[in-house]
């Protein structure tokens, strides 16, 4: 798992549009998938760090908590209902939110499609 | 290079004791079909099926913005009111708008927010309307997320209930119309969206008044995406099961947004509903 989100972290390097829609955005944001904590440190935009936890000591903007298999169906090329979107995981209860969830609001569209970078870099994995 | 036999004009009327100047658009001829937009959005989400001539060849297609949205204007004072759609005031305005245009018995045809006024009117008002199509319509939906969110000084409002929304488009949704449903929400006015979840997220009527339609007189047919996670086909169920004679479609590949987002994937089933809208009390008890 760690590697889709090093993907990401690359792909957002090359995605100018991303980097414009999160310009303002530098924050902590702890992903936590079956327990085991992903923390990905945001500066302007970009992904400056991608550090596997577990850590008390890394304060966090807000957390997304889910399960390994639910994230893969999330970063499926076409997911299933429920499934396609982070706040469909958290409505059929296979996700939850937790942490400055406005924060995360006001850069909704960013974090969304930071995230869906996965299905990229899945499909490359794979 | 191609024009659209899609027709706009302005109406005015008077909602609530004040003048509303209203923008509609229409094409097609026969059978008046009066299309209501979702929260947040406007007419512009029914072009697809007003430019369709398959529909327009039997159906005149009218679509407006509801004052506040699109091309219509808040009313003179606006800039001292909060807006907050109630059900009495969006009741108002549809019915002013058929008087105002002259319609004879329209088919009522509304989504989201949309299809719940046009429960609410198939409840209340059958008898100025030959039918009724429900799209992503429920009873109730309680908010699954902060309203106050989408009006705020230090952020833009129309970004983040775009985003928002977003999760009710479905992946097989074309990305062009995709982000064409979404940037109608980035233009919606400052609280305006927040002021059509304030009616759809807390006014709870609708539920008492499901048993008070009759089918028999008036035809229901409600049509739910799997991928709308706002209005669930579980929640579009639960509302048909409380209207004696209701049908129901689910659309596999849809969100909440259908007739905008995947114009094509939606077209047979908007079909399918007008096919339903068996006309006047002849037609009584064909609806289940």
């Known amino acids: ?126 | 290079m191609s024009i659209e036999p899609i027709t706009g004009r302005y109406l005015t009327v008077t909602i609530g004791g004040t003048p509303h100047r209203i923008y509609f658009e229409e094409a097609g001829q026969s059978r008046p079909v009066l299309c209501l937009h979702t929260a947040g959005a406007d007419t512009r989400q029914w072009r697809h099926l007003m430019n369709d001539a398959s529909v327009t060849a039997t159906h005149r297609l009218i679509a407006f913005d509801m004052p506040w949205h699109g091309k219509s204007l808040p009313p003179e004072g606006f800039e001292t009111e909060e807006y907050l759609l109630t059900t009495e005031a969006y009741i108002e305005t549809v019915l002013a708008v058929i008087d105002g245009l002259a319609l004879d018995r329209p088919i009522l045809a509304g989504c989201s927010m949309g299809g719940r006024i046009a429960l609410q009117l198939a409840a209340l008002h059958a008898d100025r309307f030959s039918g009724f199509i429900a799209i992503e319509a429920s009873d109730f939906q309680p908010a699954w997320y902060d309203i106050d969110w989408f009006h705020r000084p230090d952020a833009h409002g129309g970004e983040m209930g775009a985003a928002l929304v977003s999760a009710n488009i479905s992946p097989f949704a074309p990305l062009v119309e995709r982000w064409n449903t979404l940037w109608m929400f980035m233009q919606s006015g400052p609280g305006v969206f927040r002021g059509d979840l304030s009616f759809y997220t807390r006014d709870d009527s609708l539920i008492g008044r499901l048993a008070m339609i009759d089918t028999t007189k008036t035809p229901v047919h409600l049509i739910v995406g799997a991928y709308d996670l706002t209005c669930t086909p579980e929640d579009a169920a639960r509302t048909a099961r409380a209207i004696p004679g209701a049908t129901l479609s689910v659309m596999d590949e849809l969100g909440h947004f259908p007739m905008s987002e995947h114009p094509q994937g939606f077209r047979p089933f908007f079909l399918d509903g007008l096919a339903k809208m068996a006309r006047g009390t002849d037609q009584a008890g064909q609806a289940a």
Do not use: C
């Open chain 1, 1 to 126: 798992m760690i590697d889709i989100f090093r993907g990401i972290q690359r792909d957002l390097d090359g995605a100018a549009h991303l980097q414009r829609l999160g310009r303002l955005f530098s924050e902590t944001v702890l992903i936590e998938v079956d327990g085991r904590e992903v923390y990905l440190t945001f500066d302007k935009g970009r992904i400056e760090a991608v550090v596997e936890g577990p850590s008390r000591k890394t304060p966090w903007r807000f957390a997304l908590r889910t399960d390994a298999e639910a994230l893969g169906k999330f970063w499926e090329p076409i997911p299933a209902p429920g499934f396609h979107d982070i706040f469909g995981l958290v409505k059929i209860g296979r996700a939850r939110i937790d942490g400055d969830i406005l924060t995360l609001v006001k850069n909704l569209r960013f974090f969304k499609d930071v995230l869906a970078l996965g299905r990229q870099t899945k499909e490359v994995a794979a």
